[in-house]
């Protein structure tokens, strides 16, 4: 889709909300709460970024973004290179980060930038009036977006904020608040590395369905480059057979060969590439599908097979 920047809002001294609009004033598509997009930046790069605004409104999609002084400039050309008025090509909605329709009870967690798919959700989850509480974590009140939205009214009283000024363990006490597994319960967390970190130890204990996490980014070096033996993947339409070196990814193999397959992170973390295969035994690295989608599927950026043969539904 080509959408227009409507409104560009300084949320924080570093965090700005992009407004996209339909330059003919449509509707947009559908999407539900924790889904995100891909946006082509102008240099031509493409970057995942969550969609903020109420799944409701379907006049608009809000982005939040962070500028990151030390990312790989993304962010920095959003901040810095985008204006109200231009166009930007932005994908169809996915979602790797659904919220669970057979919770009784939602636990949000979230750190700086990651309360953008979790604001999405309390959008939603106040329709369906279900019981929810989110905790947001920053370093201090200022460095703290969407105040006024989660300080109103049917909002506020769910709502905890927890600044730890820059101090370690001085925040939000992770353990303490997942100590008891309460059934019906469902943990969804986005935020820097340490806090995911310090969520996935502190639920360790906890049935894996019930937790649910949206990276960002690839939290270790996913790709196993220069690892492991050489392998076959096959398409099973063609019957096609290609080698998988050491050193390539089955992704870039399959689109070297001509083989059309949707991509966008090659990291893991958007979904984009999983496949479904028919045979052999995928060796996992995404951090996006759970244990019953791995028996099915396999994502082939960051993927590779403990098998001599792939065979994928292509």
Known sequence: MLLRVNAITDETPSIKTFELVDPEGLDLPIFTAGSHVDVT???GQLRQYSLCSAPI???RYLLGVLRETNGRGGSRQMHDRVAVGELL???MPRNNFPLEASASRHLLIAGGIGITPLLAMVHSLQVLRADFELHYCTREAAQTAFLALLGSDGVASRVRLHHDDGVPGRGLHVAALLTTVTPGTHVYCCGPAGLMAAVKAASAHWP???IHFEHFAAPVASVLVGAGAVFEVEIA???AVYPVPPDRS???????EGVPIDSSCEAGVC???TTRYLSGEPDHHDFVLSDAEQREHVMVCVSRSKSARLVLDL
């Open 41 to 43: 930046l102008p240099d």
């Open 57 to 59: 409104e379907r006049h």
């Open 89 to 91: 090509q932005v994908s």
């Open 208 to 210: 894996t369905g019930q």
């Open 237 to 239: 339409s063609t019957g």
């Open 250 to 256: 089955i992704l870039s193999v399959l689109l070297s």
């Open 271 to 273: 979904g984009a590439c």
